[in-house]
T-cell receptor
Framework: DTAVSQTPKYLVTQMGNDKSIKCEQN?????MYWYKQDSKKFLKIMFS???????INETVPNRFSPKSPDKAHLNLHINSLELGDSAVYFCASSHRQGNYGYTFGSGTRLTVV | GDSVTQMEGPVTLSEEAFLTINCTYTATGYPSLFWYVQYPGEGLQLLLKATKADDKGSNKGFEATYRKETTSFHLEKGSVQVSDSAVYFC???????????FGRGTSLIVHP
């Protein structure tokens, strides 16, 4: 009965590889997000997406792309991984309208070697 | 644009001490304000929120009051426990955007 689930929890891969992180929410939220958290705990929004609109943080390299097969899923695909991509990636979801908070997944720790 | 400023950490306290983590913000209009907590190895969890001026959010002994006049939302707890050791994030969501703005986080370390 996990609200926002991400897989895998840990991902170790070599530079240049392509990888995906999956995210699913069962809360009925209409909007999902991807965040990157660096080693100093700073959170950076990467994408927000609902069935009408994709908003991309313009500082995110185009090697990163969100893919949403349906409203409950927002996967993150990364091409040509670089050392600087090593971080913890969090998926989150919310209702777009209203003063609700956000529900986060438990994170995926990506290590590029 | 919107911004959130938190005090830098780490904040180190002994068990049962009083906690204050400062948070100030700039935003257009009347934002909703949030505190999130991140325990080691986990994602962020919503701790409390306030949606209008003078509202007080509270949860698990933590409190924060929405102060419009000082644009602040300081987090307080009267007696911290070792289990409160975590990173705390202040955040806002303004009327013009559904994407939240987070502060940089404040690490709290509580010693027995």
């Amino acid at each position: 009965d996990t609200a926002v689930s991400q897989t895998p929890k840990y991902l170790v891969t070599q530079m240049g590889n392509d990888k995906s992180i999956k995210c699913e929410q069962n809360l009925g939220h209409d909007t999902m997000y991807w965040y990157k958290q660096d080693s100093k705990k700073f959170l950076k929004i990467m994408f927000s997406y609902n069935n009408k609109e994709l908003i991309i943080n313009e500082t995110v390299p185009n090697r990163f792309s969100p893919k949403s097969p349906d409203k409950a899923h927002l996967n993150l695909h990364i091409n040509s991984l670089e050392l600087g991509d090593s971080a913890v990636y969090f998926c989150a979801s919310s209702h777009r309208q209203g003063n609700y908070g956000y529900t986060f997944g438990s994170g995926t720790r990506l290590t590029v070697v | 644009g919107d911004s959130v400023t938190q005090m830098e950490g780490p904040v180190t306290l002994s068990e049962e001490a009083f906690l204050t983590i400062n948070c100030t913000y700039t935003a257009t209009g009347y934002p909703s304000l949030f505190w999130y907590v991140q325990y080691p190895g986990e994602g962020l969890q919503l701790l409390l929120k306030a949606t209008k001026a003078d509202d007080k959010g509270s949860n698990k002994g933590f409190e924060a009051t929405y102060r419009k006049e000082t644009t602040s939302f300081h987090l307080e707890k009267g007696s911290v426990q070792v289990s409160d050791s975590a990173v705390y994030f202040c955040a806002l969501r303004s009327g013009g955007s559904y994407i939240p703005t987070f502060g940089r986080g404040t690490s709290l370390i509580v010693h027995p």
